[in-house]
């Protein structure tokens, strides 16, 4: 089932007098289920997709339709609605609330969505209990290595039941081992609960784990390759 | 749960957020004991007058206040009182005579109203009787005749003032810090009598640093004035025919309330002298004094009376001296102001602070941004912040004010040396006692909540501005 279509996607950036076109003319679609690598040198315009298939940013030309709605005609807190209940997100860095610990960080979105305490809390150590933290629920950020961060921000992605979760360089600030850790997780969840993963980076070894690897050079889509 | 990272979020940066909740502190508690001290000063002036020259209310003659004249006197104390000692709230009430007349003595004269009263039964109503230096002589003494009761202003103009610098007045010099290494110098003076100010100051000025002399003065003036003893004094006046008459009076004590005005304008003599040299008789009277169990129900209290005595003219407190009212008045919204500005000051302060703390956690605000808090939701986190921030120095501050205004209250604040003779000559007190009303309390906690909105806003805007894409790339 076809969850993402990118029709035609432009963005041009107005960076004082010069123009930067960081996505030209991008046609792409993601199915249910993906676990999709984004690559591409820096500058290439990674960031620059995730962002707009995130809805946090506007396209300066083309649509972007999940699950049938084109997100470019939707009003700011319209998306800002439809981001909390249809995507999740994993940042590379600042993804947690410094002043929450790991269970509060993640129930604060089903706080948002207006759930109850007792389905927060369950949900929220099921989740972190997922992501192999159990035993550090009511640790605060500060109190987490970097690895551990990133797996409280994907139990925090996945606690409002996303379509999809879009991480962009997910593992950038990780050592090897709490890279693979990240990885196996998502991998994981993607197997056993069809979560579907779009995750951009420039780890070779995070690029071999991707089932489906789309690169991108200087705004465009130069190749898209399903193992 | 917005309401707790909200109040979390303050303590992310401690000092800086100490700093804040400092200053408001410092701001919330010196605008309140600025208050705290104007409320005293205009309470303990508004008890002063009521007690001592004003009472609840005031019967007279309906003709009597508009020409003064002692011809419209009134005739039934006695029923007046028999019914108004009856109705719920009434503490006491006296009768006096009025007359305007001269004073004179040896050395000048004066201008008076010459009240004629019963002494022991004003003690009941009015307090003079406590303002009665007891080195002066003493309140009136019963089986004596012709006794008049004068003010030290009045006994100044009529120059029975001396000047005399004695153990006593040094030793209250010193309490006031008087410089040790000029007490010697003063002890040159010891007991050596000046009959006039300015004798005595040319003296001092001699005997004293110029620069001691001129920052004790007032103090000096105080300690060391003393009264002739038991003058005699001529008091002229009509009689009920119009006809000038007077007498021999003896002073038989010297008193000083803290109203310059009144104590200038009023001597007090026995009414049964008064009557027999005026031919006013005993049972007449110019004016009726009452004294209620609480000022505020003084005009119910009134409407019974005029109800009953249509003919007389019937005043309460805030009739007569309508200023006493007006002034409180007035001081409510001069005291807020004084706290609005003040915290104005702050709000600049505390936009800063917020701001920075905005900039700080741009990513963190992008992130929430990005991840589903909406806008109203983020404008509601960081106004709960600027609110948290500003009340909670607020609240520190009113407390510690309660503290150390009830210290104060208990306490004092003596300002007799900096600026006792301006305020005395206005007619306050230069002994304050700070308080401050509950309503108080609660009036600048709802200006705190106020400044804290308002300068909430435009931080938050600023919040909301953030586009979560800039604010979450990395790079930046
Ligand atoms: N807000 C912006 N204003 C102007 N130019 C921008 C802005 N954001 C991105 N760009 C430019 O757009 C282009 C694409 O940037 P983008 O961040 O998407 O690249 P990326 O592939 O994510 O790079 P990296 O691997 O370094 O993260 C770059 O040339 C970048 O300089
Ligand atoms: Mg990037």
């Known amino acids: 089932m076809k969850i993402i279509e990118l029709k035609n996607l432009n963005k041009v950036y107005h960076e004082g007098e010069i123009d930067v076109h960081a996505v030209r003319g991008i046609d792409l679609s993601f199915q249910q289920g993906e676990f999709t690598a984004i690559v591409g040198p820096s500058g290439s315009g990674k960031t620059t997709i995730l962002n707009l298939i995130g809805g946090l940013d506007n396209p300066t030309d083309g649509d972007i339709i999940i699950d049938e709605v084109n997100i470019g005609n939707l009003k700011s807190s319209a998306l800002t609605d439809f981001r909390m209940k249809n995507i999740g997100f994993v940042f590379q860095a600042y993804n947690l609330i410094p002043v929450l610990t790991a269970k509060e960080n993640v129930e604060f979105i089903m706080h948002l969505q207006g759930k109850s305490k007792k389905e927060r809390t369950e949900r929220a150590l099921q989740l972190l209990k997922e992501v192999g933290l159990s035993e550090r629920v009511n640790s605060r950020p500060a109190k987490l290595s970097g690895g551990q961060q990133q797996r409280v921000a994907v139990a925090r992605a996945l606690a409002s039941k996303p379509k999809f979760i879009l991480a962009d360089e997910p593992t950038a600030n990780l050592d090897s081992e709490s890279t693979a850790n990240l990885l196996d997780i998502m991998e994981k969840l993607n197997k056993d609960e069809n979560i579907t993963f779009i995750f951009s980076t420039h780890d070779s070894r995070v690029v071999n784990k991707a089932r489906r690897v789309v690169t991108v050079e200087d705004g465009k889509v130069v190749s898209d390759i399903t193992k | ?476």
């Open chain 2, 1 to 476: 749960m917005i309401l707790s990272i909200a109040w979390k979020n303050i303590w992310r940066n401690k000092l800086r957020s100490l700093v804040v909740i400092f200053a408001v502190i410092i701001g919330i508690l010196s605008g309140s004991i600025g208050v705290s001290i104007m409320e005293g000063m205009m309470k303990s002036r508004a008890k002063a007058q009521l007690n001592n020259e004003i009472s609840h209310i005031q019967i007279h003659n309906s003709n009597f206040k508009f020409n003064n004249e002692a011809k419209y006197y009134i005739d039934n104390y006695d029923s007046i009182k028999t019914f108004i000692s009856k109705l719920d709230g009434y503490k006491s009430s006296t009768d006096r005579l009025v007359i305007s007349g001269l004073i004179n003595s040896t050395g000048g004269n004066t201008a008076a109203f010459i009240y004629g009263i019963y002494p022991d039964i004003e003690k009941q109503v009015t307090e003079i009787y406590l303002f009665v230096k007891d080195s002066s002589g003493g309140y009136f003494n019963q089986d004596k005749k012709n006794q008049i009761l004068i003010s030290e202003t009045t006994a100044k103009k009529l120059r029975l003032d001396r000047y005399v610098i004695t153990d006593k007045t040094i030793e209250l010099l010193s309490i006031n810090n008087f410089p040790v290494d000029e007490t010697p110098k003063l002890k040159t003076l010891l007991n050596i009598e000046y009959r006039t100010h300015k004798d005595f100051f040319n003296e001092l000025r001699n005997t004293l640093d110029s620069k001691i002399v001129k920052e004790y003065e007032f103090l000096l003036l105080k300690y060391a004035v003393t009264f002739k003893h038991r003058a005699n004094l001529v008091v002229t006046f009509q009689d009920i025919n119009g006809k000038i008459t007077g007498d021999r009076f003896r002073i038989t004590g010297i008193y000083k309330t803290g109203n310059r005005m009144f104590d200038e304008m009023s001597v007090f003599v026995n009414k049964k002298d008064l009557s027999r040299l005026s031919g006013y008789k005993e049972t007449y009277s110019h004016e009726i004094a009452v004294m209620l169990s609480d000022k505020d129900i003084a005009k119910p209290f009134a409407e019974k009376i005029k109800n009953k005595f249509p003919n007389l003219k019937v005043e309460t407190w805030g009739e007569i001296e309508p200023m006493l009212i007006m002034f409180s008045e007035y001081m409510v919204i001069y005291n807020y102001l004084i706290i609005l500005i003040i915290l104005a000051a702050l709000a600049f302060g505390i936009i800063n602070t917020m701001l920075m703390a905005i900039m700080e956690r741009t990513k963190e605000l992008g992130m929430l941004a990005a991840v589903g808090m909406n806008k109203n939701r983020i404008f509601k986190m960081i106004m709960l912040e600027t609110i948290f921030l500003t009340i909670t120095g607020a609240i520190v501050g009113l407390v510690s004010n309660y503290f150390i205004i009830d210290w104060l209250s208990r306490k004092g604040i003596d300002l007799t040396k900096q600026m006792g003779e301006a305020l005395e000559a206005m007619g306050f007190d230069s002994l304050i006692y700070p308080e401050m009303g509950v309503e108080y309390y609660f009036g600048i906690t709802l200006l705190v909540i106020f400044v804290a909105i308002l300068s909430s806003i435009y931080p938050a805007i600023k919040a909301i501005k953030l586009n979560p894409a800039d604010a979450v790339r990395t790079d930046a």
